[in-house]
């Protein structure tokens, strides 16, 4: 099975802070995506990369930055933590190269509050 | 890109065989269906794609017409623990999916 495991399940943060999201996949899928998920907006995309070293910009990018040194690891990074960045965080995986590779295999998630 | 209507919630009882339609009239050529399940406080989890006609495996099955602008999933005897958000999504890539409010499905004893 794939296995797409985030670090902190809660995490609490002060205003201002530099948090930093951390996931691991398991499977050697090319592509990793961060999401964030509110009440009432569904899953919305915040980056994905499809290589090491490379990203590219979600639906809502803005307040946060990604890195992808490793193909395996993606780590999201909030620069300055705002009270509406409090959200669910959900990372992602697929292997890439064609439909059924698209196939997304999301982690357990990270609940951040900030205060 | 592609965007999809489904109920925004549905019950049903334990035992039951569970259809949710989706609606996605705009379907691209290269476009698949994918459908997820998600439970409270967790990641969705895929629970079956496909491109036409039918696709069974061993939690659900997919019907999908011939002019591809509908799905149905089918959830054969339903139990309490199936009770969770489910999302139809369509695209061909990963990162062009667009996430709705999915169904809410509720199973009741």
């Known amino acids: 099975d794939v296995k797409v495991t985030q670090s902190s399940r809660y995490l609490v943060k002060r205003t201002g802070e530099k948090v930093f999201l951390e996931c691991v996949q398991d499977?050697?899928?090319?592509?990793m995506f961060w999401y964030r998920q509110d009440p009432g907006l569904g899953l919305r995309l915040i980056y994905f990369?499809?290589?090491?070293?490379?990203?590219e910009k979600g639906d809502i990018p803005e307040g946060y930055s990604v890195s992808r040194e490793k193909k395996e690891r993606f780590s999201l990074i909030l620069e300055s933590a705002s009270t509406n960045q409090t959200s669910m965080y959900l990372c992602?995986?697929?292997?890439?190269?064609?439909?059924?590779?698209?196939?997304?295999?999301f982690g357990e998630g990270s609940w951040l509050t900030v205060v | 890109l592609a965007k999809t209507t489904q109920p925004i919630s549905m019950d049903s009882y334990e035992g039951q065989e569970v259809n949710i339609t989706c609606s996605h009239n705009?379907?691209?050529?290269?476009?698949?269906i994918t459908w997820y399940q998600q439970f409270p406080s967790q990641g969705p989890r895929f629970i079956i794609q496909g491109y036409k006609t039918k696709v069974t495996n061993e939690v659900a099955s997919l019907f999908i017409p011939a002019d591809r602008k509908s799905s149905t999933l089918s959830l054969p005897r339903v139990s309490l623990s199936d009770t969770a958000v489910y999302y139809c999504l369509v695209g061909d890539r990963g990162y062009q999916l667009i996430w709705g409010a999915g169904t809410k499905l509720i199973i009741k004893p």
């Open positions: 992602a995986s697929s292997l890439g190269g064609g439909p059924s590779g698209n196939t997304i295999y």
């Open positions: 705009n379907i691209a050529t290269n476009d698949y």
């Open positions: 499977m050697d899928h090319e592509n």
């Open positions: 990369s499809y290589d090491v070293k490379m990203k």
